[in-house]
């Protein structure tokens, strides 16, 4: 007998659902008024994109602390006391005076951010089991193109409602931009409320299980994942879906916007483009993410391999679209955008299967400290630094644009390399220029440039992923067996040798090594692709 879903099970999806929405809508609200930002600190493009370098950093370095917490402590309460410190670092944020300090907050930001990304996922693991738990991490992940998506939207709507009636650059001296991240902190306050009052923690495993697997030092819980081939396969192929979005996401906007500025005449006005990206992030995402996951289900029947695959392909297809959005933008807004709508649907695609695959390759006790480890080395190698670098590569190519495109200030540049002081000084006026004709030309190419180098680095998240799937069913089936041995009392103290045992990448078997003969029988060595719903019975995976 199938299990049901119990309406306290939808109550706790629903809320960590919302608390990822309002995760993401913190992030990209910042991405929204950017311009603003940078006009009222005055700084330039690496600047810009250090903002959301530091606040990653910060993310990723906290994850291991809140992946050990969570594998060993209450989540509920590790859950409230993040979301309450980010939701009260970013309103702060909104109130200081200079750019350091504002970047500063940004850090702490992440701090309390990386409680709940490492955390969250877990929580759905441990509710539900083959294709209910894919179900619902796709709604889980429907979070992260949507909320970015209502983060630009915000951060637009604040500017317009705010600014309107102002010029460009009196909205820039009024400081409109500061109440876009008055929003979200209040949101986080609901959001704790709810955790307190309505979220309920499951055992860890319990759906499958797995719940009297014990826990084990943080040492054998990273042995065990580093050579777990599956995991860390995964983790590199996200490190470059994460390094080509984080970039992107961060500068489009802006991207876009000085696309419209470098027109005669442009078929979208300037205005609307944060909106207009901010939909077609949501949408892309609406339509990204739930059919990921679903080809994953269907395919993966007949195909064990399928997952790994959809999201190789995927990424394969999305490059050279959001590559041609990029050259394209020069001449027309509109063409520009649809091209980067359909790259952003295939690219999408992954959220969702990267997330499972993570979660049924690693026993129900290591993966906080698995979703820990994902986060630091995707963002260490992904979008931390990736924004701030495109960044880097905007201002160098800069100085490389043709004289005869150039302004005096950008002449500056070029003429005083080998002064910093002069070139930083000469940098920012041209970004405090939203006007400035030439100087907007410089920083569209400049930008432009960057971005198809950086949309590269989705060819060799391909190769990864392609690799990966060469491991996948393998490493599936290991975590299954351990987790079937766990249910019989007789084998718990075999079971927590098999745990603290490093990860066997030899046997090609689907039995754990030295497995007594009756489980091995009970398994008959067959290649199980994926944990069917009706191996729960009862009421096990129900509202007790």
């Known amino acids: 007998m199938e299990a049901q879903v119990t309406k306290r099970q939808y109550v706790t999806v629903g809320i960590i659902c919302f608390i990822n929405l309002i995760n993401y809508m913190d992030r990209y609200t910042v991405a929204a008024i950017l311009f603003d930002i940078q006009g009222s600190f005055g700084i330039g493009e690496a600047e810009g994109g250090l903002l959301q370098t530091a606040f990653i950093f910060a993310y990723m370095i906290m994850a291991p602390l809140f992946g050990w917490l969570g594998d060993r402590y209450n989540r509920k309460w590790l859950l409230s006391a993040g979301i309450l410190f980010w939701s009260l670092s970013t309103l702060l944020g909104s109130f200081m005076p200079d750019y350091v300090s ?30 209910k738990r894919s179900k619902m991490l796709a709604v889980f992940n429907f979070a992260i193109p949507v909320g970015a998506g209502l983060g630009y939207i915000l951060g637009s709507l604040v500017l317009f409602i705010g600014g309107n009636g102002m010029t460009d650059d009196d909205r820039v001296a009024n400081e409109v931009w500061r109440w876009g991240l008055r929003v979200t902190p209040w949101m986080g306050v609901i959001a704790v409320v709810m955790i307190i009052f309505l979220l309920d923690e499951p055992a860890r495993g319990k759906c499958e299980g ?197 302004t005096t200030t950008t002449t500056e540049i070029a003429v005083t390399l080998s002064s910093t002081a002069a070139s930083t000084e000469s940098i920012i006026s041209t970004t405090a220029d939203p006007d400035g004709g030439d100087d907007n030309y410089v920083r569209f190419k400049s930008l432009q440039y960057a971005m198809a180098i950086v949309t590269s680095v989705d060819f060799i998240g391909t190769i990864f992923f392609v690799w990966l799937a060469f491991y996948i069913v393998k490493a599936k089936n290991r975590v299954d067996d351990i987790v079937k041995d766990s249910k019989d009392e007789n084998h718990l103290a075999e079971i927590s040798g098999h745990v603290n045992a490093a990860y066997d990448s030899g046997t090609t078997e689907n039995t754990t090594v030295d497995q007594p003969e009756k489980m091995k029988n009970g398994i008959n060595g067959s290649v199980n692709t994926s944990i069917p719903d009706e191996s729960i019975t009862g009421t096990e995976c129900q509202d007790e």
């Not at 959005?325 to 063409?335: C, K, P």
């Not at 400290?369 to 880097?392: C, E, N, Q, R």
């Open 210 to 406: 797995g719940q009297n697997i014990k826990t084990t030092s943080l040492l054998d819980d990273l042995k065990y994942l580093l050579k777990n081939e599956a995991f860390v396969l995964n983790t590199l192929g996200f490190t470059a879906v994460t390094f080509v979005m984080g970039a992107l996401a961060w500068w489009a906007p802006n991207f876009i916007s000085l696309g419209v500025d470098v027109q005669e005449s442009s078929n979208v006005p300037k205005d609307y483009v944060s909106v207009i990206f901010g939909a077609e992030s949501m949408i892309s995402g609406l339509i990204g993410v739930p059919l990921g996951a679903y080809l994953g289900r269907r395919l993966r029947v007949r195909y064990p391999k399928a997952d790994p695959v959809v999201c190789g392909i995927g990424i394969l297809i999305a490059a050279p679209l959001i590559i041609l959005a990029t050259f394209t933008a020069e001449q027309n807004t509109l063409l520009s955008i649809l091209l980067c709508f359909f790259g952003l649907i295939f690219q999408n695609l992954n959220w969702s299967i990267v997330t499972d695959m993570m979660l049924y390759t690693v026993i129900p006790t290591r993966r906080a400290t698995a979703s820990a480890l994902l986060i630091l080395v995707s963002h260490t190698l992904g979008d931390a630094g990736s924004p701030y670098l495109m960044g880097l590569m905007a201002d160098g190519f800069a100085r490389l644009i043709p004289e005869d495109n150039t």
């Open 102 to 131: 504002f970047l500063v907050l940004r850090c702490v930001v992440g701090v309390g951010e990386a409680s709940y990304t490492t955390i969250a996922p877990t929580i759905i693991s441990d509710l539900f089991i083959g294709d």
